[in-house]
């Protein structure tokens, strides 16, 4: 039996672009309602990534042929999460340096309102947490650990989506 040549890069280079469109979508819905720091924003995002994830997955094992094993899936969830990480970090980049620099700010007031609102902070370590936090809330720094992050939640999804994607070959 011959094996056929899949390249997984290509494969999940477009179930990647296709996933980060799906989330750049959503964050300007988001954006345009003026809802871009809410629970809803915050949490509406991981259905679409598993599901972008698990198309991934299912496009890769079709190229294949209908077989694949785990690590094959799991490579190809995890490297649609990556493309999709890192299309979508340098939109953030582009939406918090240059279209609306003053989401900076109003990321800050929602950090501290948080803070007070939870009440785990003292009053006096307040100022040197916000100065923390800011430092993480610049465009570089959130879309290098959008990056980062995308990839390690990409990984975690991957590990148990692939447990259901894979057909090993009879």
């Given amino acids: 039996m ?3 040549s899949v390249s997984i890069w290509k494969s999940t280079m477009f179930s990647g672009v296709y996933l980060a469109v799906a989330l750049i979508l959503l964050s300007v819905i988001f954006y345009a309602t003026g809802n871009m720091f809410s629970k809803v924003a915050q949490y509406s995002s991981y259905p ?13 094992r079709k190229e294949l042929g209908g ?3 785990y690590g094959q ?7 649609t999460m990556v493309f999709a990480s890192i299309i979508t970090s340098i ?4 939406l918090y340096a240059i279209i609306d620099p003053s989401l900076q700010e109003q990321m800050r007031i929602f950090t501290e309102e948080q803070m007070v609102a939870q009440g785990k902070v003292p009053e006096e370590q ?3 947490a916000l100065n923390m936090a800011a430092k993480f809330q610049t465009p570089t720094m959130m879309a ?27």
């Fill in 67 to 69: 077989i694949s094993t």
């Fill in 48 to 60: 679409i990534i598993i599901a972008g994830i698990i198309w991934g997955q299912l496009s890769y």
């Fill in 91 to 94: 939109y953030t980049y582009l």
């Fill in 2 to 4: 011959e094996e056929k």
């Fill in 144 to 170: 290098v650990i959008g990056i980062f992050g995308g990839a390690l939640i990409g990984l975690i999804i991957s590990l148990i989506t692939a447990i259901f994607i894979k057909k090993e070959p009879i």
């Fill in 73 to 79: 899936a799991l490579t190809a969830g995890l490297l």
């Fill in 126 to 128: 307040m100022e040197m």
